[in-house]
């Protein structure tokens, strides 16, 4: 009797809310919540740029899961997330489209990922195709199909947001995707990327209606606008990841939020601790762990690695040719000036459209490395040319052409990926002159370029719609639409084979000017060498 009669009274304060000596016991006991974040892996299975002490022994992904599967056993409330750019750019990517990655990130036992620019370089539906091979879920709160008005790939599971019981915590993991998708990737006319605070404000909002205690968001924002985020929408409690790829050693505490980024690559994995009581974060610890080269090595992962290093094997190491120049590939150098890597890929696509002239975005040209003179392999020009874009053909006014020209030079310091290769023209510029006013002259072909006359142009489809800010581009009349056009990596390859053997070099079709000059003045005087005087 006396026994129910504790019962009685315990069911009687609860109801009360006021709890009994074990509940508040429980209550008060602190628990801790682990979050460990993936920082872009571009689709690769190895670190181009992250080593060890041992430069000779690079980091791999199946390094990377090894050290979470080792956290992961400390603490079994743990979440391992991603932050975006999973599946692509990358040699890998190139070939198999992200499947090399999903198939990987499935055995690493990822917890939950969401879309960053470069999960659309193959299009929306080469990224259902992936989502539906995925074991683990996909969310995000801003990517939408517009026919629908719900989330992307909704009917494949791809939610605005879920929601994991950590031993009674209720965390809630939502994603947003940079504003600018559209001009940086390929997701198509019928998805949409709605302004990520105003979708924050209303997931935030659903999440804690359904019983969300911690807000967790999984950022492919830049960091401004993650920081701005945490500062403006209230209810979040963390928010990890970062588009730009910069490096916190700490997080930052906005406004009660907590802001974590650790770049990208395989160097480094970002574990936040988060000590939470009765619902919410009461103490938070960060770490900051290297990734090692003789630290632990996921197996599963490894296998993954080891089946899809066999059949890139297969596929690449064809020869398609010869060059007899090193072909120059360097980030630094296909965003800031002619090169002969850039003049070879303009050049290709200038003959395939017959076109007067051919255009290539540096940002569209990869791998960073100088490739040595002798024989080209399809690696080699997957690894240069590694996204899924098409060539295409408009006609475009003069006055158009010089804009387009315009904005290729108009971000030099920041070595943006919108900088042109060139074929079929010349042209000079005055760095030191005001963006929008660098260009001083033109040729197409032989002859000045008329603003008034009409050109065609070979280029991406990536440029053709648009990508990388060319509006003037996007409006021009399309003469053969990407649909209609091969592969670049294809038409590149096709190019070589056809000759044999190349040799591509620096013409003088891109020229910087030493010093602003008079526009007043010819072009001999201010240092303009026509295209006579380059060949």
């Known amino acids: 009797m006396a026994s129910r009669a504790l019962l009685a009274l315990a069911l009687l304060l609860g109801s009360l809310g006021l709890g009994g000596v074990y509940g508040a016991a429980r ?29 000779a022994a690079p980091l791999t992904l199946a390094h990377y899961v090894g050290l979470v599967q080792q956290l992961r056993a400390a603490n079994p409330r743990t979440l391992f997330v991603g932050v975006g750019d999973d599946l ?60 629908s008005g719900t989330v992307f790939a909704a009917d494949l599971g791809v939610r605005p947001f879920l929601l994991r ?3 009674g915590v209720i965390v809630g993991l939502t994603g947003l995707t940079t504003a600018d998708t559209p001009q ?52 979040i409690d963390v928010i990890v990841g970062d588009h730009a790829s910069t490096v916190l050693p700490q997080p930052r505490v906005i406004k009660g939020t907590l802001v974590a980024r650790r770049g990208d690559g395989f160097a480094l994995l970002g574990q936040l601790d988060l000590e939470v009581q009765a619902g919410r974060v009461t103490g938070w610890r960060y770490t900051a762990h290297p990734v ?32 007899t120049t090193p072909l120059d ?38 791998s960073d490395r100088v490739y040595p003179a002798g024989p080209l392999t399809r690696r080699d020009l997957a690894a240069i040319l590694p996204f899924a874009n098409y060539a295409a053909k408009v006609r475009l006014s003069g006055a158009a052409l010089w804009e387009t020209l315009e904005h290729s030079v108009g971000a030099l310091d920041e070595r943006a990926g919108r900088f042109l290769q060139v074929s079929g023209l010349t042209f000079c510029y005055d760095p030191a002159a005001p963006a929008g006013q660098r260009v001083r002259r033109v040729w197409v072909g032989d002859a000045p370029l008329d603003p008034a006359a009409q050109y065609t142009v070979a280029l991406n489809d990536y440029l ?27 038409l590149v390859a096709d190019y070589v084979a056809a000759r044999g053997t190349v040799q591509p070099r620096v013409e003088g079709r891109i020229q910087a000017l030493a010093a602003s000059t008079s526009d007043d003045l010819t072009a001999t005087e201010l240092g303009c ?3 006579a005087a380059v060949r």
């Open 464 to 490: 053709q719609r648009g990508g990388d800010g060319y509006t003037m581009l996007a409006a021009a009349e399309v003469l053969i639409p990407s649909e209609g056009g091969p592969l670049l990596t294809t």
């Open 27 to 55: 209550a008060e006991t602190p628990i801790r919540i682990t979050l460990l974040h993936d920082t872009h892996f571009h689709g690769e299975f190895e670190s181009a740029n992250g080593r060890g002490a041992d430069p």
């Open 529 to 531: 060498r026509p295209p």
């Open 292 to 323: 090692r080269p003789d630290g632990p090595v996921d197996a599963t992962v490894a296998q993954v690695m080891a089946s899809y290093g066999q059949l890139l094997a297969q596929a690449l190491d064809e020869v398609i040719g010869v060059s």
């Open 184 to 235: 940086l990737s390929s997701p198509g006319p019928d998805v949409e990327v709605l302004d990520p605070l105003e979708a924050a404000r209303t997931v935030v909002a659903q999440m804690r209606a359904a019983g969300a205690q911690l807000v967790v968001v999984l950022s492919h924002l830049a960091w401004p606008e993650s920081e701005r985020l945490a500062g403006e929408v209230p209810g």
């Open 88 to 147: 692509a750019p990358s040699l890998y990517s190139a070939l198999f489209q992200g499947a090399h990655m999903v198939a990987a990130l499935n055995a690493a036992g990822l917890d939950a990922n969401t879309f960053g620019n470069h999960e659309f370089d193959y299009g929306p539906d080469v990224l259902r195709a992936r989502i539906l091979e995925s074991t683990f879920p996909w969310i995000s709160a801003n990517v939408r199909d517009r026919r």
């Open 329 to 366: 590939a360097r980030t630094e150098a296909v965003r800031t000036r002619e090169t002969n890597l850039g003049n070879l890929v303009a050049d290709a696509l200038r003959a395939w459209g017959d076109a007067d002239v051919g255009l290539q975005n540096g940002g569209g040209l990869r």
């Open 165 to 167: 019981d950590l031993d």
